[in-house]
């Protein structure tokens, strides 16, 4: 496909997923927020209580998901779950279940399919190495754990959420060191991919560094 997709990878609350809004607001491109589609199945599995463990139970919820989007709203079977895939336990259960290979496999097509004129920006983990590698930019943001667990925190304050500091941290690096070391797509640079590590940047500046390396790129 020529559609064009912009790729932007790197762990969690790195500050990817604004940015891709951003940027993909900006070029009036779709978005394509992949993390999402991981939580939503993990939303579905523990309220079916499903075994975390099943990798077969697990990909087939994941192939039957009946999401739909709708703005930055996100329905799944015409429920509205914006908010409930964003709670801790929802991301770790995520990152759990993302390690399987059937379950990946069974997102794969879904992915693929938010690749639309007049173009994508993919934010994930494996978007610029696994589902999109012939992504015409691919960038891959990081940012110190301490600048992260600081920003989930604000975030979690701001919404009225309590929260540890301590904790906030133990998960991060919980996520990222499973994340980083399972042996299916880890999270790791794309091969071609720019690094942009956002700890002493805001979102505006990491989106107008991909935006100049849009314009540089095509
Ligand atoms: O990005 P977000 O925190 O919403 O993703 C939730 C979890 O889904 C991540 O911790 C990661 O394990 C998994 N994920 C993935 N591949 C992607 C996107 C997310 O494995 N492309």
């Known amino acids: 496909s020529n559609i064009p997709v912009i790729t932007i990878d ?3 609350a790195s500050g990817k997923g604004t940015v891709a809004h951003k940027v993909a607001d900006k070029l009036g491109f779709h978005l394509l927020d992949s993390g999402a589609l991981y939580r939503l199945t993990a939303l579905q599995a523990l309220r079916r209580e499903t075994n975390l ?5 697990l990909a087939k919820l994941a192939e039957h998901l009946n999401i739909h989007f709708a703005g930055d709203a996100i329905y799944l079977s015409q429920e509205n779950v914006t908010d409930a895939i964003r709670a801790e336990e929802v991301g770790n259960t995520a990152s759990k279940i993302a390690a399987l290979p059937a379950v990946r496999q069974a997102l794969y097509g879904l992915q693929l399919s938010f690749r639309k004129t007049p173009g994508l ?3 994930g ?6 589902i999109f ?3 015409q930019l691919k960038v891959f943001l990081t940012a110190s754990v ?5 920003r989930r925190y604000k975030q979690l304050i701001g919404k009225g959420i309590s929260a540890s500091m ?3 941290l133990m998960d991060l690096k919980a996520r990222d060191d499973r994340d980083m ?3 299916i797509a880890p999270l790791a640079p794309a091969e071609g991919a720019y690094l942009l590590d956002t700890s002493a940047m805001n979102a505006d500046e990491a989106t107008e560094q991909v935006l100049k390396w849009w314009a540089a790129a095509h």
């Open 121 to 123: 920006v993919a934010d």
């Open 146 to 150: 301490e600048a992260r667990a600081d």
């Open 181 to 183: 070391n399972r042996a």
């Open 10 to 12: 790197g762990p969690t």
């Open 125 to 130: 983990r494996d978007m610029g190495s696994v």
């Open 166 to 168: 301590q904790d906030l």
């Open 133 to 135: 590698p012939h992504a």
């Open 53 to 57: 463990n099943d990798e077969h139970a």
